[in-house]
C-alpha cells in the first residue's frame, strides 16, 4: 500500500468545519478576533503586494481572483457574485481560498471561504467604523437584509456596541428572516417599511444590497449630519447605491483606491476627487472623523489583504482542533526530478 508523504498533506477546511471552528470560537469572539488580525495587516499595509482583483465578467456576474503576499506569506481567494443565483436556490457569492508559504511555494492551507468572506466582510465594516463612527454610536439602519446583514450586525454589536437595529429590504421575507436571526441575540430590532424610514436615528447606515445595478439605495436627503455610512453592496462595474450629492458631502475612505474608483461608490465621481485609504489612518497621518457633524463613509468593495488575514487567523485557530481534513494534494516523490518514476511505480488501482 502506498504511504502518504507529510510533504504531500495540506490542511483543509470545509463548510461543516468552518462552522464548527466559528461556533467554538463563538460568533462574536470571532468576528472580534479576525477584526483585530485585519487591523494588524492593515496597518503594515505597505510591505503588501496589492493588485485589483482580476475580474472575469459576464452577463450573468463576474468571477474574480485576489491575490496578496507580505513576503513571508502567499494568499488568494477565489470569489463568485451571481445575484440571479438566488432565484435558483444557490448563493450569490461563494468562495475558496489558500494560504502558501513564499520560501518554498507550498500550500499551508486550503479553506472553504463563503462563509470566512462574509465574516471578514463584517468584521472589517466594524474595524473601520471604530474609527469613523460617532462616538457613542447605538443604532444602525441595514438597507439589504441578504446573507451578509446579520454578520454585519453581529460584528457592529461585538466591536461598537450597536445594539439597535432598523432593518429595510424590499423583500419583506429577507427582513424578516433577519429579524427572526438575530431577536434571540439580544438587539432592539425594528423592520421598516422604507429605506427612509429605515435611516431614522440612525447612527450607523449599512447598505448592502446585491442587484448589479446603478442603484440609489441612500438619496442626499435621507442622510443627515453626522452619520456614518458603511457602503458594501458596491464590489463591482456599474453596481454603486448611493446618489452621487452624498458623495461629495462625505469624508471618503477606501481601501484600496486603485480597486475602488473601478468597483465603489466613487465609480460616480472624477478619479482624482481625494479619498483616504484607511490604513493611513490606522498609520496616523490622516485623521478618521474629526467633528460631529461630520458624513463619513467607508466605501468598501472587499480587498484582498483582509482575505490573507482572515486565513491567517484561521490556520492560527486551528491550531490543536480537529477542525480540518489532510487533503494529499502535493506530489512528493523519493527523487524530486523523479515524478514520472513515481507514477510508474504506484500501485494499480483495484480493477
Not at 479576525?34 to 499595509?45: G, K, S, T, V
Not at 513571508?72 to 445575484?83: C, D, E, I, Q
Amino acid at each position: 500500500m502506498n504511504t502518504i508523504s507529510p510533504l504531500a498533506i495540506v490542511p483543509f477546511v470545509s463548510v461543516d468545519n468552518m462552522m464548527r471552528l466559528v461556533l467554538s470560537v463563538g460568533v462574536e469572539r470571532f468576528l472580534t478576533e479576525l477584526a483585530d488580525y485585519i487591523e494588524e495587516d492593515f496597518r503594515r499595509w505597505p510591505t503588501f503586494d496589492k493588485t485589483p482583483r482580476v475580474a472575469s465578467h459576464s452577463v450573468d456576474g463576474v468571477i474574480e481572483l485576489m491575490p496578496t503576499s507580505d513576503g513571508t506569506l502567499y494568499g488568494f481567494k477565489y470569489v463568485n457574485g451571481h445575484p440571479k443565483n438566488m432565484r435558483e436556490g444557490k448563493q450569490t457569492v461563494t468562495a475558496f481560498g489558500v494560504l502558501a508559504d513564499v520560501g518554498s511555494g507550498y500550500p499551508m492551507l486550503l479553506s472553504e471561504m463563503t462563509l470566512l468572506t462574509a465574516l471578514r466582510t463584517g468584521a472589517t465594516s466594524a474595524m473601520a467604523a471604530r474609527r469613523l463612527a460617532p462616538q457613542g454610536a447605538s443604532t444602525m439602519a441595514i438597507i439589504g437584509n441578504g446573507a451578509q446583514s446579520e454578520f454585519q450586525a453581529l460584528a457592529f454589536g461585538a466591536i461598537l456596541g450597536i445594539r439597535n437595529l432598523r432593518l429595510y429590504d424590499i423583500d419583506p421575507a429577507a427582513t424578516e428572516k433577519c429579524r427572526r436571526n438575530l431577536a434571540p441575540l439580544g438587539f432592539s430590532i425594528t423592520p421598516c417599511r422604507t429605506g427612509q424610514e429605515a435611516v431614522e436615528g440612525a447612527d450607523v447606515i449599512t447598505t448592502v444590497t446585491a442587484d448589479k445595478q446603478y442603484a440609489t439605495i441612500l438619496t442626499d436627503n435621507m442622510v443627515g449630519s453626522g452619520v456614518h455610512i458603511n457602503a458594501v453592496g458596491g464590489d463591482c462595474p456599474g453596481k454603486t447605491e448611493l446618489h452621487r450629492d452624498i458623495l461629495k458631502r462625505s469624508s471618503i475612505f477606501v481601501e484600496y483606491a486603485p480597486q475602488t474608483r473601478v468597483e465603489g461608490e466613487i465609480q460616480q465621481l472624477p478619479a482624482d476627487h481625494p479619498v483616504t485609504e484607511f490604513w493611513e489612518v490606522l498609520d496616523g497621518a490622516v485623521p478618521g472623523r474629526t467633528s460631529p457633524g461630520e458624513v463619513t463613509l467607508f466605501d468598501s468593495v472587499g480587498f484582498a489583504i483582509e482575505d490573507f488575514s482572515a486565513l491567517r487567523y484561521v490556520r492560527d485557530k486551528l491550531a490543536g482542533t480537529s477542525f480540518y481534513q489532510e487533503l494529499d494534494l502535493l506530489a512528493d516523490p523519493d527523487e524530486p526530478r523523479d515524478l514520472f518514476g513515481m507514477l510508474v511505480r504506484a500501485e494499480p488501482a483495484a480493477t
